[in-house]
Every structure is written in structure tokens, then in C-alpha cells.
């Protein structure tokens, strides 16, 4: 650090700039598959720059002014793409998605805990997560101060979407041991497959069990839908009379959006992320919708008024912050979303996300085409493709066709080679290739992206596109890329 103040402004930002933005990924790089982040919009930028520049801090209007109202705006476009009641809906910007979760965590040990604010959690209280959730599920559970023990973990089907059957019988097994459920935490839209939970089902559950129970309060259903909820902007959309997408691209939107409509509508809770996929917008940028705003009052200390922001209640008409956990909220956020929304409109964000989706099917086409590679997802309705390769010794073994479910020492060392090759392959690729910015798609891996019956765990090549520059061409192009890679790195010396 210098002692004498810079000269030249311009002359900091940009050696800064120069020597610490290097690296990063680029967002907009239709070549970049690597993981799931957003290519922000220049009016969500500019608009974020502004906030930050004025330095907005959304605590109440006072402090705020009408960037409050640019909040308020969000949230009743969200409701109304999702057709809950907009008047009765209500949503706070937060600190990510992890901030969605935790907000619904925290709300339902208030409903399911009337002595909370006194005595802290109840040792009965439990929250219900999914096997295929989020890390984030589980982290955000503790950091409120639940245990392991307190966080029951509900099984997923072969597709990745929950077991409900088995779910339930979870649950009830937990309550008829005296357990308290305070909220139950599913899937609208899964980081890789983008699985939806059938949240229906799961309402209806609720309800009963706590009409049997005798409880007062019904625990809390949040559906994490941080990317489902992109699909929003195709809910009710006339599929018939649009050419915009090939046909089983239509198919999968139109069922993708009817599956994410009625999961919010049964939710409590759900979260949207503008700063993943689709959405467009800077990190982070992220709502948590109420379908009932009179929830909020579980969130404010229970009226404890010691716990209100010092600035809370005086000169200001409107003031989220009694109902926050961040003291200190950008009011530039709202800022962002408001901005792409009415810059990309409705048509703007159903060609961004339609076109994920119709790039990822043309991609696994090609994928298909070559019998040493393989889609794990297939069945997945989202634009994220997970890739298994086999090295040539083990790609007609018969252990490949069993792998799923296939169980015994054999099995898994199979699994195992193949996951070693997977990574020598990778280490490869980015030696020679990637990390000198070669020709071809930027993609990740990892290295357990579900377990199977043999007790190993599966890796594979992610390729998670989210540029909406990416065309149908090019996704084709980087299987092909791929498969070529492949074969040359099958001819070296491994
Ligand atoms: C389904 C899902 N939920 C929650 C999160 C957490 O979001 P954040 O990283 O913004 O905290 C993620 C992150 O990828 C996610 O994929």
C-alpha cells in the first residue's frame, strides 16, 4: 500500500484491473461450458454500477428511497410469472441462493417453534432435505444451529427427483419418534438435471400430517427453485403457434414450465436466482419469495424490538430490514433485476433459456453418436449434460451396462478405472489444451456426481453452458471436439 494518495484514478482501476481480472471465467464465451453462472446484461451492469455508486442501502425508505419500490417491483413481477396472488406474495432480496434457503429454514422453526426467540431450537425440531439437493440445503441448516441429527435426508428416485413415497415414510417414522418438522426442503429446478420435485404431493402430505398430529402450524415447504424458476417465462406461453424451438425443444419447455408452475403455486417459499443461467444479472442477485407475506413475521425477531435495525421505524414508511438477517443490503440488486427484466422482456428471456436447452439437445445428439461416450442425464429437461467417457480397454466390458445398478467388487473397480481415466483425461485436456485457451469447449468435471449401487461414486465431464451466444452449430461442434480429443489423448501414452 502506497503512502501518498494515486495520482491518476484511471491509472488504479486499470492496473487493477489488468492484474486481478485475468483468469476468471468469461460468462460470455459461447465456447464456455465450465459450470453455472450468468452472463450478466450491460443494462444489468450499468444499473448495478449505479447502485453501488450511489451507494443505495435498501434497510427503508428513508435510507433507500424508491429503490424500495424497485424491490417491490421484482417481487410482483415473480409473482405474477408464477401466478400466485401478487398482492398476497411478497419477496426480499437476499444474500445468494444459500440466502433463499436459509431464510425458509428460519421461518419455519419460527412457525413450528413459538418459544424460539426464548430458548432457542427445540431438540425435537428437524428440517427435511433431499438427497439430490443442493450443498447448500445442509450448510445452511447447521448454520442456524441444527445438528446432524436434525437434518433428515429424503431418498431420490432413479431420475434424481425425491422418493416420496420413501419421503414420507422418513417423515412419519421422525414424528411418531417425537420429531417436530419445521421446514421441508425440495427441488423445483436440481443443480445438474434440473429435476422437479412433485411439490403437490408433498403440500397435500403436509397438510395431513399435521391435521393428524394436532399441530398448530403446518411445517414450512420451500421449494428451491434458484434456476427452475427461469422456466416461469414460458408458463402459459402457446407452444403451438411458435417456431422458435425444434420440436422436442417445445416439449421440453412446455413440461419443464407446467412442472415449475405447480410447485411454486403449492410452495410456501421458493428462491429465484438472477445471477445463475438465464437470469442474466452480477452476483449476486437473489430473491426469496413468500406466496404469503403475513410469513415475514416469522422472520423479525418475534417482535422483539431490540432486534430491529436501529434505523428501522423511524422516518420511514417502508422497512425490509425488520424482516432481514443482512443489516447491510445493496439496494443495487434490485436495481439489476428490474433492468434485465425490462430489457430482455418476456421474449428476450425465452430465447436466452430456449436456446440453452435446444444447444444442450443438439449437443447430446451428438454425444450419442459415438459408442465410447455417453449422456448420464439424459432424461433431464434442463440444459446441463453430464459426459461419460471410456477409455477403449473398458468401453464394450460388460460391467458399462450395469453400472447403474450393477453391485459387487468387479462392478466397482470398473467404475473406478473409468473415473481415473476421466481424470487423466481432464488433467490432459487442461495441460495441453485448455489452459493455453485452446480451440474447443471449456468444460468442468466432477469427480462424484451420484453414487451408485456398488457403493462408488460417479464422475463425469460437465458441460453447463449458460452464454446465449452458444448456438445449436457450435454445441454440436464441441461433442465433436470432444470425441476428437478423446481419440488423441487415447493415442498417447497414458
Ligand atoms: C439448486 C441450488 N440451490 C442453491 C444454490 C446456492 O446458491 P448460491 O451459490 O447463490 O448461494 C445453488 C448453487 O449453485 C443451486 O444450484
Redesign the pocket.
Known amino acids: 500500500m502506497p503512502h501518498a494518495p494515486a495520482g491518476d484514478a484511471h491509472d488504479v482501476v486499470s492496473g487493477i484491473a489488468s492484474a486481478f481480472l485475468s483468469g476468471a471465467v468469461n460468462w460470455r464465451d459461447s465456447s464456455l461450458h465450465y459450470?453455472?453462472g450468468a452472463p450478466p446484461t450491460t443494462v444489468s451492469t450499468a444499473l448495478y454500477a449505479l447502485g453501488l455508486d450511489a451507494n443505495v442501502y435498501l434497510i427503508n425508505d428513508g435510507l433507500a428511497g424508491r429503490a424500495i419500490l424497485a424491490e417491490a417491483a421484482v417481487s410482483r413481477i415473480l409473482s405474477e410469472l408464477a401466478g400466485v396472488a401478487a398482492n398476497e406474495a411478497r419477496g426480499l432480496f437476499v444474500?445468494?441462493?444459500?440466502?433463499?434457503?436459509a431464510y425458509s429454514i428460519r421461518c419455519g422453526l419460527a412457525k413450528s417453534t413459538p418459544d424460539l426467540a426464548q430458548d432457542g431450537i427445540d431438540k425435537r425440531s428437524f428440517v427435511a432435505i433431499t438427497e439430490e439437493?443442493?450443498?447448500?440445503?445442509a450448510r445452511s441448516s447447521r448454520w442456524l444451529g441444527l445438528g446432524d441429527s436434525q437434518i433428515l435426508v429424503l431418498p431420490a428416485n432413479e431420475d434424481r427427483t425425491t422418493d416420496v413415497d420413501g419421503a414420507i415414510a422418513l417423515i412419519d417414522e421422525r414424528v411418531a419418534q417425537g420429531g417436530r418438522l419445521a421446514t421441508l426442503l425440495v427441488?423445483g429446478?436440481?443443480?445438474?438435471d434440473h429435476g422437479v420435485d412433485d411439490v403437490p404431493r408433498f403440500r397435500g402430505y403436509l397438510e395431513e400430517l399435521a391435521a393428524r398430529e394436532g399441530w398448530d402450524y403446518r411445517p414450512h415447504l420451500h421449494v428451491?427453485?434458484?434456476?427452475?424458476w427461469e422456466w416461469l417465462f414460458f408458463r402459459g406461453h402457446d407452444f403451438d403457434s411458435t417456431s422458435a424451438f425444434d420440436s422436442r425443444t417445445r416439449v421440453l419447455l412446455r413440461e419443464q414450465a407446467e412442472l415449475v408452475e405447480s410447485a411454486l403455486g403449492n410452495a410456501d417459499s421458493w428462491?429465484v436466482?438472477f445471477?445463475?443461467g438465464a437470469g442474466c444479472c452480477p452476483?449476486?442477485c437473489?430473491m426469496v419469495m413468500f406466496n404469503d407475506g403475513r410469513d415475514l413475521g416469522y422472520l423479525n425477531g418475534h417482535g422483539r424490538l431490540d432486534e430491529m435495525h436501529q434505523l428501522a421505524s423511524e422516518l420511514s414508511v417502508a422497512s425490509p430490514a425488520d424482516h432481514t438477517l443482512e443489516t447491510s443490503r445493496a439496494g443495487a440488486k434490485a436495481l439489476a433485476a428490474l433492468g434485465t427484466l425490462h430489457s430482455l422482456g418476456r421474449d428476450g428471456y425465452q430465447a436466452v433459456l430456449g436456446g440453452l436447452v435446444e444447444a444442450a439437445q443438439r449437443f447430446r445428439a451428438v454425444v450419442a453418436e459415438y459408442p465410447d461416450m455417453q449422456i448420464e442425464n439424459t432424461y433431464s429437461r434442463g440444459y446441463q449434460s453430464m459426459v461419460r467417457i471410456f477409455p477403449p480397454e473398458l468401453s464394450q466390458s460388460s460391467f458399462r451396462e450395469t453400472e447403474r445398478k450393477g453391485t459387487g467388487d468387479e462392478q466397482r473397480a470398473f467404475t473406478e478405472a473409468v473415473n481415473a481415466y476421466h481424470r487423466a483425461f481432464v488433467e490432459w485436456d487442461e495441460r495441453v489444451r485448455m489452459s493455453r485457451q485452446g480451440p474447443g469447449p471449456y468444460y468442468s468435471f466432477s469427480g462424484r456426481f451420484r453414487v451408485v449401487e456398488s457403493g462408488a461414486g460417479l464422475t463425469g465431464l460437465k458441460f453447463y453452458p449458460t452464454s446465449p451466444r452458444l448456438s445449436n452449430a457450435e454445441a454440436e461442434d464441441a461433442a465433436r471436439v470432444l470425441a476428437d480429443l478423446k481419440a488423441e489423448f487415447d493415442a498417447v501414452d497414458r
Open positions: 459450470n453455472l444474500f445468494g441462493g444459500t440466502g433463499t434457503i439437493a443442493h450443498f447448500s440445503h427441488n429446478g436440481t443443480t445438474y428451491d427453485s434458484v434456476i427452475g428462491g436466482d445471477h445463475k452476483i449476486d437473489s
